[in-house]
């Protein structure tokens, strides 16, 4: 059995303990929202937070995430989370939308760690998370349209 | 697990409504046979079934429907791939309607020739040449503006006021003179009453309130917090993953496999052999994919291809000397070329492509009582279901789809074979009992497994004269046909000509007086199909670089020598200018900086690009900026117009600066975003895009801002490295 934290909630896994956190994620516990794009860490259509900071899940066993607090896009639900997917709504940042929830937990990760990052600092961080439909432009204008309202609410508390 | 949509009390025998263009209302006959019934109660696609429909109080026709708490449901005809479909169809049913955004919600409709078909495909339901918007523009504000005119009429009715003197305005119809007021909702059951009038009189232009305003996209929610159902997404009961071992070459076949360890791995539940390949069936994915591991197939490639893409380039060049069939002549080419005062050619070629779209292909479909179902994120409706129909033994109105969102299609979806889902459907067929299956192709099936984009060989000549204009032009395209072999290919190929093989040359709008534009189709078990804006994805880096050749031939500014020769296409002209300007052409760049332009239609809209390109230290092309003009007739949705070119341009960029399918010994080399590399956010230039007002009809914008960017950078380069570029993607010399 493999015991999984994931959204806060504890699951115990009768599964392969080599089955990548992505499958576990997506066909055992029907956490849809982190996708598959290509198995091998290049895409970043997988990502979701360990322990608050993204990783790819298609190439993490489950095994791997024992013991540590799992996040994905359906749990995710910080302020920055929020500015964040205001940020995206505001700016109509998606398109077919297959690639933002790996996006969305990136961004976040950043903005967690940097709250006012230059484009050199959002391509450096965003660069593993492909969007096929080109949605770059936004993204860049999104997460610093996001950065500037936290700091606003951070400046107001 | 899907439940039926409830039959509304009133139903109406709405009669053809014939307007203006020609089009027709799809009309909703109750009782004339079956009656497939769009998935409703949600704000998606996908979550069919999650509850069951509220009952609809007011239903005109079949994609307009007003629930009593005040939820206006529009019936979307097409598949949500990220082009904003959802958005921009319902915008034209909001606008006639009156409503308010917020009350909009989008439906997925069936699959139903009858009533949700392509109105320029004739009854063929699917999504693609980016029509959408165009074909469906008069369509929706119709099925829109009768809605508006029943609840008007009833509000009359009940208020005892004259119709003529009933506001209609963000879901609300009021009275101004007896204060009277209502909400959609609340006369719902009245307008359901009313008769459905022959004719509805659309607004202006000028009246719009929502066309051409800044709308939030309708899938927002949605697909910012995982809740968007893919196919990737589906789970039902006692679902079986698939995944299949497909031939290492084009025109391999399985000879024999054994099955025995694959069986081992936990989680597989058997093994088949179809047409295709060999599939394993699993109660989870990485069952399925681990079991694919472990199976062994031993493949008969003694009639597989084995061409490298040296190879196809080397015999197409030979080709290019044969016989080819004329797509547009006028003039004396030959003449005119002897007696130029100067001559110049060329020679390009460009991969195969991927679509690679994010999400890669898959499909879900069950055998039932009567028939079978299928959950998609479906493109090609009327065609899929013939073709499934076909392998399973059913009826075409037997195949039930379920829409589902897309993550990405490129043109990948819709396949004239319907290859994904003839696949799923010999599985199913195959498959102990009648559970559901999920077809999932991992990234690696989805790049190795063909349906490219064709790998295109040009020549071209020009003649100029002592000015330095164009005299002469031949231009020659050796490679293979997209249409032949498909349903289209009576309409698209003739004399020899695919049309999709020389769009974007035999139109060329330069105006040359003596003009050749030809093509040799070849023939090769490498399978192809459209991809984003098909033709014009090589024709406009040939036509639009070697303009830019004779331009530098003549000494003269690009812009300036086009604008010569445009005369009498004010559209292309207005879209070159409009860039140019903005771009701020003729301008100071930094050291190391150089613009280069490129003009091009496709689909009926217009787009010029120019791009502001630079050398990096280690050689790398970075495009720092493009400025994007686009003319698509009446912006109805400027922002997702906005994101199209954007997107659209930038997915250009990837196959213009890095990406290709090459083949070896008839392997494909590249099988995942390591080997087939495409634009990450790093590579993104900035963007800059203006929109040419316009009260002409709306034309598609998901395709035109594709074909443009490679000839813009690659003309760019030039002015950079003095050096012409005949390949893509564009590789500087060493
Ligand atoms: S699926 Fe994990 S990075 Fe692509
Ligand atoms: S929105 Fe489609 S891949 Fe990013």
Redesign the interface.
């Known amino acids: 059995m493999i015991k999984l934290t994931v959204n806060g909630e504890s699951h115990s896994l009768d599964v392969?303990p080599d089955?990548?956190l992505l499958?576990a994620l997506?066909?055992?516990l029907?956490?849809?929202?982190?996708?598959?794009?290509?198995?091998?860490a290049?895409?970043g259509?997988c990502y979701v937070h360990m322990d608050g900071h993204t990783l790819p899940s298609c190439v993490t066993p489950v095994s791997a995430a024992e013991g540590k607090a799992i996040t994905?896009?359906?749990g995710v639900d910080s302020d920055t989370a929020q500015a964040v997917?205001t940020a995206?709504?505001?700016l109509?940042v998606?398109?077919?939308?297959?690639?933002?929830?790996g996006q969305?937990m990136s961004a976040i990760d950043l903005l967690n760690g940097n709250a006012d990052p230059d484009d050199a600092a959002?391509?450096?961080a965003?660069?593993?998370?492909?969007?096929?439909?080109?949605?770059?432009?936004?993204?860049?204008q999104a997460i610093r349209q996001a950065a500037a309202s936290l700091r606003a609410q951070g400046g107001e508390a | 697990m899907n439940a039926p949509f409830k039959l509304t009390r009133r139903q109406f025998l709405i009669r053809s409504l014939s307007t203006g263009a020609g089009l027709t209302l799809a009309l909703y006959l109750p009782g004339c046979g079956r009656e497939p019934e769009a998935d409703t109660g949600t704000a998606g696609p996908g979550q069919a079934g999650a509850r069951i429909a509220p009952e609809v109080e007011f239903e005109p026709n079949a994609f307009v429907r007003i629930l009593p708490d005040d939820r206006v449901e529009v019936v979307i005809k097409h598949l949500e791939m990220g082009q904003g479909t959802f958005t921009g169809l319902a915008t034209l049913v909001a606008e006639e309607l009156d409503a308010d955004w917020s009350q909009i919600v989008p439906v997925p409709a069936p699959a139903d020739p009858e009533r949700y078909n392509n109105l320029l495909w004739g009854k063929l339901q699917g999504t693609g040449g980016s029509t959408a918007i165009a074909n469906a523009y008069t369509q929706m504000r119709q099925a829109g503006a009768t809605a508006r005119h029943m609840l008007v009429q009833a509000a009359a009715a009940e208020w005892g006021v004259p119709a003529a003197q009933i506001q209609v305005s963000k879901g609300v119809l009021s009275h101004a003179d007896s204060g009277r007021k209502a909400r959609f909702g609340e006369l719902a059951a009245a307008a359901a009453e009313q008769p459905v009038p022959e004719e509805v009189l659309l607004k202006e232009p000028e009246e719009f309130t929502l066309i051409g305003t800044f709308l939030p996209r309708l899938d927002n929610a949605a697909k910012l917090d995982g809740s968007a159902v893919y196919t990737q997404d589906i789970q039902l009961p006692d679902m079986r993953v698939a995944v299949v071992a497909h031939p290492p070459r084009f025109g391999a076949k399985v000879r024999g496999f054994d099955a025995s360890a694959a069986k081992q791995v936990r989680g597989v539940i058997e093994v088949i052999e179809i047409p295709t390949g060999v599939a394993v069936l699993a109660d989870n994915t990485w069952s399925a994919i681990k079991g694919r591991e472990a199976l062994e197939v031993e493949w008969d490639e003694s009639a597989a291809f084995r061409m490298s893409s040296e190879e196809i380039l080397a015999d197409y060049r030979d080709r290019a000397k044969g016989p080819a069939a004329v797509a547009r002549s006028e003039g004396d080419t030959a003449g005119a070329l002897e007696r130029a005062s100067t001559r110049l050619t060329a020679a390009m070629h460009m991969p195969y492509l991927a679509h690679a779209a994010m999400e890669p292909l898959n499909c879900v479909m069950q055998l039932t009582e009567d028939g079978c179902e299928i959950w998609n994120g479906e493109q090609f409706q009327t065609v899929d279901q013939q073709n499934v129909a076909r392998v399973l033994g059913l009826e075409p109105g037997q195949v039930k789809i379920n829409m589902l969102y897309a993550g990405g299609s490129f043109g990948r979806r819709a396949n004239p074979h319907s290859d994904y889902l003839v696949e799923t459907a010999h599985i199913v067929k195959s498959a102990q009992g009648n559970a559901p299956v999920k077809l999932v192709w991992t990234r690696e099936d989805d790049m190795l497994g063909g349906y490219y984009r064709p790998f295109y060989y040009h020549e071209l000549e020009a003649g100029l004269d002592g000015e330095g204009m164009p005299v002469a032009w031949r231009h020659r395209i050796v490679g293979q046909s997209i249409m032949t072999g498909t349903v289209m290919e009576g309409g698209m190929v003739k004399d020899g000509v695919d049309a999709t093989s020389v769009e974007g040359a035999a139109n060329l709008p330069y105006a040359i007086p003596n003009l050749e534009v030809d093509l040799v189709t070849t023939e090769l078990p490498v399978t192809v199909q459209w991809w984003r804006s098909v033709g014009s994805t090589h024709t406009a880096f040939a036509v639009e670089t070697f303009i830019d050749r004779l331009a530098r031939a003549a000494g003269r500014d690009p812009v300036d020598y086009r604008r010569g020769l445009l005369r009498g296409h004010p559209r292309h002209l207005g879209v070159l200018e409009l860039a140019a300007e903005k771009a701020g052409w003729g301008r100071p760049l930094p050291e190391g900086r150089a613009r280069g332009v490129a003009v091009h239609e496709s689909f009926n809209s217009y787009v010029a690009e120019v791009a502001e390109v630079s050398i990096g230290d280690n050689g790398r092309i970075n495009v720092e900026r493009v400025v994007i003009a686009v003319d698509c007739g009446v912006a109805v949705n400027p922002d997702i117009i906005r994101a199209q070119m954007e997107g659209g341009m930038a997915y250009g960029l990837s196959a213009a600066l890095m990406s290709e399918i090459t083949l070896e010994d008839g392997q494909v080399v590249q099988s995942n975003f390591d080997g087939y590399e495409v634009l990450g956010i790093d590579r993104m230039p900035e963007v800059e895009v203006h929109i040419v007002p316009s009260t002409e009809p709306p034309t598609g914008v998901g395709e035109p801002a594709t074909p443009v960017i490679a000839p813009a950078v690659a003309n760019a380069l030039s002015v950079l490295t003095g050096e012409d570029f005949d390949r893509l993607p564009l590789r500087l010399a060493v």
């Open positions: 392969d089955m990548p499958w997506r066909d055992v029907g956490l849809t929202g982190t996708k598959y794009g290509c198995g091998i290049r895409c259509a994905t896009i359906e997917r995206w709504a505001e109509n998606v398109q077919c939308g297959y690639c933002q929830s969305i959002i391509n450096k965003m660069q593993g998370n492909l969007c096929r439909c080109n949605t770059y432009a936004r993204i860049r």
